[in-house]
């Protein structure tokens, strides 16, 4: 099958110009200034940017959370993504207490196998890491899990000591692992939400006002110093706010192989979700929570400077109805998460490039080749390269779109931005080489995906 892209405008980390591009066998063949030759297919991007499919390394397909699950499954969520230009997603396997390893991701590979329309990988979430255990992180890198996270939140649930973030940083530097790491003083939350339940304060905006952006920012701080004494690389996932960023950039400064990235609620939303009338606020309840709006031009400052290197969604959505409703009385019991996973790559390039906050490539780098080259995807995915995976996307940098629940297509009856007009749209979408999108149809199957067995990114110590 030979697929030829004519008259497209392409777009990478580096580079930006006219070509036409082949496609044979799910990979870039060739790039032309002219390809005329007779293809099976010929799509006409004329007007329109060709960029490397996005690449999402943040989602959390069917999660179960407080007492619930996160609405969309590996179907419907990558069909989702596809529909938003996003063609690899790095999702979240979880091991439950006295789980082994192994036995965790082979639960997710389940959830995911035949499912999904895009390709996609594994992190891991470890929840319970004993010294015997942790050899077992070796097993799973090899596998191409090579990242891992951790929680210093949600105490009895999630979270694992200093000690063992310690350990398991040292095992994961000595053979190109990654951590990343849920950078929040849960244990001093955990008090603060107590207090305030105690006093009455049931509604949703109480998520926000006991998690403070000086909760997070130890946390980072916790984890870069961690990092540094492990000798290992450090991932801070979901970001939030200019307090955590700080200390990425002193890190930074100081030499010390931190990375972070943030997400788009956060740089699009502010504290005033939170004061809606009624249960509203509990459609943005999500952790860390939604900062006061100052905070977004200081992450859009991180997104520039390359102190922040990703932007991921943290896609993990809720239904407002039956899944939010479970803590109509109690903010804490309201299900952690929110969708995402459609709207990132319009958001971020109407939020950014329109608005003259990034360019263009700088827009490819942070949504999609940055996070290949982190979690070792790159070359090839995260950018348009002959030898590559033929993931593009053409992308309408002039037409406009309303984002609404009512015509997204990820499981869940409400949007964090309802009503939001942005510029940029994805129009068509190839993953190796296979049409999924077409014309904003969706043209793909599920179980064309391929689980990414992940390369390492970082030298083994
Ligand atoms: O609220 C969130 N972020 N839910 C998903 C779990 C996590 O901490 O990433
Ligand atoms: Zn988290
Ligand atoms: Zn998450």
Redesign the pocket.
Known sequence: MKTVIRNGRIVTAVDDYHADILIEDGKVAMIAKTIDFEADRVIDAKGRLVIPGGIDPHTHMELPFGGTSASDDFETGTRAAAFGGTTTIIDFAVQSKGQALNAALDTWHAKAEGKTSIDYGFHLICTDLPDERLPEMKSLIDQGVTSF?L?M?YPGVFLVDDGTIFKAMTLAGENGGLICM?AENGVVIDVIVKRALAAGHTAPKYHALTRPTKAEAEGVHRAIALADMANAPVYI??LSSSDALDEITRGRDAGINAFAETCPQYLFLDYSVYEQPGFEGAKYVM?PPIREQWNQEKLWRGLKTNDLQVIST?HCPFCFKEQKELGRDDFSKIPNGGPGVEDRMSLVFDGGVVAGRISLNRFVELTSTSAAKIFGLFPRKGTIAVGSDADIVIFDPNEEKTISAKTHHMRVDYSCYEGRRVRGVTKTVLSRGELVIDEGEYVGRPGHGEYLKRGLAFSPR
């Open positions: 996270k929680f939140a849920h996932v979901h952790t943290d």
